[in-house]
């Protein structure tokens, strides 16, 4: 499986971005989909979202809730995050993932990983 995310940049605070995740490959191991985020300075990857295969499941962190929202098109294999009211705190490299292998929504229960896609936030 290829994750590639794209829609990262540059965004003043309270701005909005959309990322994507576009999944290629043997898309038959693709099952949820989380995004992640490494923010400057931290070596751990931290849970944001994730959405179930049927797209009708989604859970959050309590950072992003109400901010942010999941959202996934199996025809297209695309998964997208939707970001709104954006604070400097949300500035990170944003990773899509899949292959979830169960137990907790850690990075390390995932097999599969995009390159990230870098958001910053100005204040």
């Known amino acids: 499986v290829q994750l590639v995310e794209s829609g990262g940049g540059l965004v003043q605070a309270g701005g909005s971005l959309r990322l994507s995740c576009a999944a290629s490959?043997?898309?038959?191991?693709?099952?949820?989909i989380a995004w992640f985020r490494q923010a400057p300075g931290k070596e751990e990857r931290d849970f944001v979202a994730?959405?179930?295969?049927?797209?009708?499941?989604?859970s959050y962190a309590d950072s992003v809730k109400g901010r942010f929202t999941i959202s996934r098109d199996r025809t297209e294999n695309l998964t997208f995050l939707q970001m709104n009211g954006l604070r400097a705190e949300d500035t990170a490299v944003y990773y899509c993932?899949?292959?979830?292998?169960?137990?907790?929504?850690?990075?390390?229960?995932?097999?599969?990983w995009g390159q990230g896609t870098p958001v910053t936030v100005s204040s």
């Open positions: 993932a899949t292959g979830y292998l169960g137990s907790r929504y850690v990075a390390e229960a995932f097999q599969f």
């Open positions: 490959g043997h898309t038959f191991e693709v099952n949820l």
């Open positions: 994730i959405i179930s295969s049927s797209g009708a499941i989604t």
